[in-house]
């Protein structure tokens, strides 16, 4: 790479990322291909196991989070075969016949493996499961998923009245029920989807806003009978379905396309291609954001492919407008606001990210974390209780960054710094292998 410097430091246990941009600037070239999409991972994994017969996994995230996942199905008697990006393949035990693990189910840093596998833990009648995570997971709120498994006839213990892990599960039979979400959040929807797999008669989620959909349209091709009513924002599954694996193809993540995108648009004469992108319209809330900032982004390529829409993304430099996010737009982009905040320093005029408190317990205070850090560069930025202002059309300095060991920080830092002047040195980078461990080879391969 010229005219940019990207170094890593790793001692021990941390990483430090450094960008010394050199004063001349970079501009960004190319095509780039992401990591599979995330949270289709999880479920992937997750689904085949449950199911009769084997699940083919192609373009699986090699992530920490979805090894997370791995690991703890492998401790209950799921075959699943070394992890990599061609196929993976998993020999499924069947519905309900997860077997009692022998030691303490560790999810890691994954809030995604702990939410999800309490509604399938849950169910297992006659059977104990303990689950728990590192310092990040220990402190991120549980009950969300706890209260609507409860009211399921589930038994769960936990820390602070069972709303934080280490969390212990005696797995019962469970009755179906019509559950009304407060807040619009796939994990809690899955969670309960996944715990009425094998409850008695229909359960329901209802939620305030449409959330991401992967495992209702996963479970349906796997075999179980899901409706959907969009009308009233609600999903049901039918109890004690036949789950036969299945072939999954794992689109691109795009909330590690956002990355790619803001990057492309704030950095003068910059064109790339973000290939194979899963455009599913529950989670393209980035691109709806972007859009109402006046982006230059056009969509290529378009095609289903495993029932999911993926295509190509081609973004350019252009001056981005600000503009006021939230409402139904925030559970679509919530994985992408610390990007989104990026793009909006460098937008003409003043952005507003609002009703996103729930970036509040992500893997760090998200809202706090992005004020803070992006103040200490130079930007102009108001915390809200529930989202943040950001005066554009600023100018950012390189300083010391601390990414407070969550990943989505680390790397809205490390393209904010693309744009800054100087050095910029973001300490506890290695979270960045949570969600996309080439990060740093990709950033070195587009600079020009």
């Not at 070239?29 to 289709?40: C, H, L, M, T, W």
């Not at 070394?82 to 840093?109: K, M, R």
């Not at 009304?180 to 359960?203: D, E, F, H, R, Y």
């Not at 056009?298 to 190509?312: C, D, H």
Request: aromatic share 2%; charged share 20%.
């Amino acid at each position: 790479m010229s005219n940019s410097i990207v170094t890593t430091d790793q001692t021990k246990n941390q990483k430090t990322l450094v960008i010394d941009r050199p004063q001349q600037g970079v501009t960004l070239r190319g095509n780039v291909k992401i990591p599979g999409d995330k949270s289709i991972s999880h479920r992937a994994l997750m689904f085949g196991a449950i199911a009769r017969g084997e699940t083919r996994i192609q373009g699986l995230l090699l992530g920490e989070d979805p090894r997370s996942t791995a690991h703890c199905l492998r401790a209950m008697g799921a075959n699943i075969s070394e992890l990599n990006s061609q196929e993976v393949i998993v020999e499924g035990v069947g519905l309900g016949y997860l077997q009692e693990p022998t030691e303490v189910l560790d999810a890691g840093n994954s809030g995604t493996t702990v939410r999800l596998m309490l509604g399938l833990l849950a169910s297992h009648a006659d059977r104990f499961f303990a689950i728990s995570g590192d310092e990040s997971l220990r402190s991120r709120p549980m009950s969300r998923v706890v209260q609507p498994l409860l009211q399921m006839g589930a038994q769960i213990w936990g820390r602070q009245n069972n709303s934080r892990a280490p969390l212990a599960i005696q797995g019962q039979s469970l009755k179906g029920i019509e559950y009304c979400s407060p807040i619009a959040s796939a994990q809690v929807k899955s969670c309960v989807l996944l715990a009425g797999l094998m409850a008695q008669g229909n359960t329901t989620v209802v939620e305030p806003a449409i959330s991401r959909d992967h495992s209702e349209r996963m479970l349906a091709a796997f075999g179980a009978n899901v409706t959907t009513d969009p009308e009233t924002k609600s999903v049901t599954i039918a109890g004690q379905p036949t789950l036969q694996g299945q072939t999954v193809i794992v689109p691109g993540d795009i909330s590690s396309a956002a990355f790619w995108l803001v990057a492309a648009l704030i950095i003068p004469d910059s064109e790339l291609v973000i290939e194979n992108v899963g455009i599913n319209p529950t989670r393209t809330g980035i691109l709806d954001a972007l859009q109402r900032m006046e982006a230059d982004i056009s969509i290529e390529k378009k095609e289903i492919v495993a029932g999911e829409p993926v295509a190509n993304l081609r973004v350019r430099s252009c001056q981005l407008k600000g503009a006021e996010i939230g409402g139904n737009l925030i559970p679509r982009l919530i994985d992408e606001i610390p990007i989104l905040a990026v793009a909006a320093v460098f937008a003409k005029g003043k952005t507003l990210i609002r009703d996103a408190e729930e970036l509040r317990v992500k893997e760090s205070d998200r809202i706090a974390v992005m004020a803070s850090q992006l103040t200490k560069m130079g930007a102009v930025v108001t915390e809200h209780p529930d989202g943040l202002e950001i005066q554009g059309e600023g100018t950012l300095t390189g300083t010391d960054i601390e990414a407070h060991n969550d990943h989505r920080i680390a790397m809205s830092f490390a393209i904010a710094a693309l744009n800054a002047k100087g050095k910029t040195t973001i300490h506890g980078a290695q979270a960045v292998d949570i969600s996309y461990p080439d990060f740093t080879e990709t950033l070195q391969d587009i600079c020009q």
